[in-house]
Nanobody, 128 residues
Framework: QVQLVESGGGLVQAGGSLKLSCAAS????????MGWFRQAPGKEREFVAV????????YYAESVKGRFTISGDNAENTVYLQMNSLKPEDTAVYYC?????????????????????WGQGTQVTVSS
């Protein structure tokens, strides 16, 4: 089992920045990738970003590319999501997730299927 605790959400004006953190505990040796997803009111949960643990490779959703940066601290078993130039459409509950299985094709991690463990979510609200 892996437990995840997210933090860093809040209310920010459009154009502002926030940094989310996700700390993993438990069987952290089983982590192959950590991802961020988000769910806006009335919408399905969607992929935001992923970082693969062994090589640090990252991948982003087109909607956040160039504005968000995912990074990880393997020693601390923590992943971060730096969000800049925030827009009202970024408003959502943001979830951190862990994928135990390794996939060479990082695009596999853009789907929810590989993720076995999820955090409780943190609210991000961007006002216009």
């Amino acid at each position: 089992q892996v437990q995840l605790v997210e933090s860093g959400g809040g209310l920010v004006q459009a154009g502002g920045s926030l940094k989310l953190s996700c700390a993993a505990s438990g069987r952290t040796f089983s982590i192959s990738a950590m991802g961020w997803f988000r769910q806006a009111p009335g919408k399905e949960r969607e992929f935001v970003a992923v970082i693969r643990r062994d090589d640090g490779n990252t991948y982003y959703a087109e909607s956040v590319k160039g504005r968000f940066t995912i990074s990880g601290d393997n020693a601390e078993n923590t992943v971060y999501l730096q969000m800049n130039s925030l827009k009202p459409e970024d408003t959502a509950v943001y979830y951190c997730a862990v994928a135990p299985r390794y996939y060479m094709n990082i695009l596999v991690y853009t789907k929810e299927g590989p993720y076995d463990y999820w955090g409780q979510g943190t609210q991000v609200t961007v006002s216009s």
